[in-house]
Structures are given as C-alpha cells and as structure tokens.
C-alpha cells in the first residue's frame, strides 16, 4: 500500500476532514477529465476503482492540501497520487 506522509507542522489547519472522493473529481476536473464522459461506455468500472481507491487512499489530507494550492488547470497528476494511471487513461479517452 502506498503511503504519503508530511510532518504535522508542513499540513495545513483547514485541512481537517478532507473528503476523499470530492479531491477525485477535483483532481479529475483540474485534469480536464470529465467524469461523466469518463465513466461511460465503458469506463464505468474504471471510476469505481478510482472513487474505491480514493476513498482507502493514506494521503487525502496531502491530496486536499495540495489540490488548495494547485493551478486551476494541470497537465498532469502529482505522483502521490495512487489513480494518476486511471486519471492519465481517462484524459486519453476523454
């Protein structure tokens, strides 16, 4: 299992219940994947995986602190990141 830690006094204090499959779609939105064009035909299975893995993922506070920093727009995912194939994949698609 893929780990992210930080110390305490590098997080930041607004960071406090981050929603991990909110920070999937704004990761994907900021990627300019559209999840609803992602998901279908046959995508749908694929954005399970990631809304799953999101969702189980030890960074989400890393996840949620560096999405509050980030460009409005990216070219590509940061390497915590444990869906960046799956995002990578759903851009190409998209």
Do not use: Y
Request: a positive charge.
């Amino acid at each position: 299992m893929f780990r992210c830690t930080m110390p305490d006094k590098d997080k930041t204090m607004f960071a406090a219940s981050p929603e991990p499959a909110a920070n999937l779609a704004r990761m994907a939105g900021r990627l300019g994947v559209n999840t609803v064009v992602a998901a279908w035909p046959t995508g749908l299975a694929h954005l399970g995986l990631a809304v799953t893995t999101c969702e189980r993922c030890d960074a989400a506070e890393v996840c949620d602190d560096w999405l509050a920093r980030a460009p409005k727009q990216i070219d590509s995912v940061p390497p915590f990141c444990p869906n960046a194939g799956r995002l990578r994949a759903a851009k190409q698609r998209g």
